[in-house]
């Protein structure tokens, strides 16, 4: 199965304005983009809490942009341009796509807000609560047997 969005002309400012719009129009309080280096951020404020998503670009010079995929020839400056371009597109199509279903999630019922959003919940040092849940999963999985898949109720 191909990635979502990966042959989308659709602008990286054109996906961070959707962002954007879709959180205000779920209610946010604020919203933030940035970025530096190979490292984006998007972060919003809504329902008292502070939601941040990190996205990491690709390395514009890595080999899958400086050369074709076929037959391995070295592209031109501005082939590589354009599928470097092209692969930041895709994620933040993707990352429109994730935050504006996980919102409609919600506002259905289907989940709560706090569920949604857990791992990107910004806490008040800074940290997000992911940076504390992983390393207690990975040791819980460690320690003890699986529960079923299907329980017993």
């Known amino acids: 199965m191909g990635r979502y969005g990966v042959?989308?002309?659709?602008?990286?400012?054109?996906?961070i304005g959707e962002i954007q719009s879709t959180l205000q129009r779920y209610g946010a309080d604020g919203f933030?983009?940035?970025?530096?280096?190979a490292q984006a951020m998007v972060q919003f404020e809504m329902q008292e809490?502070?939601?941040?998503?990190?996205?990491?670009?690709?390395?514009?010079?890595?080999?899958?942009?400086?050369?074709t995929p076929s037959r391995g020839t070295k592209r031109s400056a501005s082939q590589a341009l354009e599928a470097y371009?092209?692969?930041c597109r895709q994620r933040y199509r993707a990352l429109?796509?994730?935050?504006?279903?996980?919102?409609?999630?919600?506002?259905?019922?289907?989940?709560?807000f706090e569920d949604e959003f857990l791992a990107h919940i910004v806490l008040p040092d800074g940290s997000q609560?992911?940076?504390?849940?992983?390393?207690?999963?990975?040791?819980?999985?460690?320690?003890?047997?699986?529960?079923p898949l299907l329980p017993d109720r």
């Not at 042959?7 to 996906?15: F, G, H, K, L, N």
């Not at 990491?56 to 050369?67: G, K, N, Q, S």
């Not at 935050?99 to 506002?107: D, N």
């Not at 609560?129 to 529960?147: F, L, N, Q």
Request: cysteine-free; aromatic content about 6%.
């Open 96 to 112: 429109a796509l994730v935050i504006k279903a996980k919102l409609e999630a919600v506002e259905s019922g289907i989940t709560q």
């Open 32 to 37: 933030l983009h940035g970025w530096k280096g």
């Open 85 to 87: 371009e092209q692969a």
């Open 7 to 15: 042959d989308t002309s659709v602008s990286v400012e054109r996906s």
């Open 49 to 67: 809490r502070r939601i941040r998503f990190m996205l990491v670009l690709p390395d514009r010079d890595a080999r899958e942009f400086t050369h």
């Open 129 to 147: 609560v992911r940076d504390h849940v992983r390393p207690a999963i990975a040791a819980s999985y460690e320690r003890g047997a699986m529960v």
